[in-house]
């Protein structure tokens, strides 16, 4: 496995320390080659993204969806049966049967807006959401402003003397 040193990014970008760490960790086989269960990542439009993952043989009731610092986690636990607890003899078992946890990095303001579980695929919805305060603004130079910064000044209160 080939390693990467990424060290020049934390000198040349900056305010991108956590970026620089995630390209890091990702280098370094965060998975540890787990493939289990499969999933497609899709990029609907500039903001709406769509994880499917391939849960065929779980109920809804065994699988658990969780969003928390930016880290979405997907978690499927199975309730382990008799192998034979119907009496059915099994001649091949190619249907994986066995728990998982499997966890997503999101970018920042990326949220779940739903999931959905349909005939073995769960699929669920992102968007990206950016505030106001960070949407691109236009700034003219010189003369007049365009009235925002203007709004975004005067909306402070004046401190009580």
Request: aromatic share 8%.
């Amino acid at each position: 496995m080939r390693t990467y040193d990424f060290s020049p990014l934390y000198r040349s970008f900056v305010g991108f320390d956590r970026m620089a760490s995630l390209i890091d960790a990702a280098t370094q086989s965060v998975d540890n080659g787990t493939t289990y269960p499969p999933y497609n990542v899709a990029q609907i439009d500039e903001d709406t993204y769509r994880i499917e993952l391939a849960v065929a043989g779980f109920a809804q009731d065994e699988l658990d969806i969780e969003s928390h610092q930016n880290v979405l986690t997907v978690t499927g636990r199975k309730e382990k049966t008799a192998d034979n607890d119907d009496g059915t003899t099994w001649l091949h078992r190619g249907i994986a049967e066995r728990g998982f946890e499997r966890r997503f990095q999101l970018a920042d303001h990326v949220f779940v807006e739903g999931a959905d579980l349909k005939n073995g695929l769960l699929v669920i919805s992102l968007k990206r959401e950016l505030p106001e305060a960070l949407k691109p603004r236009k700034i003219n130079i010189g003369g007049q402003d365009d009235g925002k910064l203007i709004e975004q000044k005067s909306s402070r209160k004046p401190k009580a003397a």
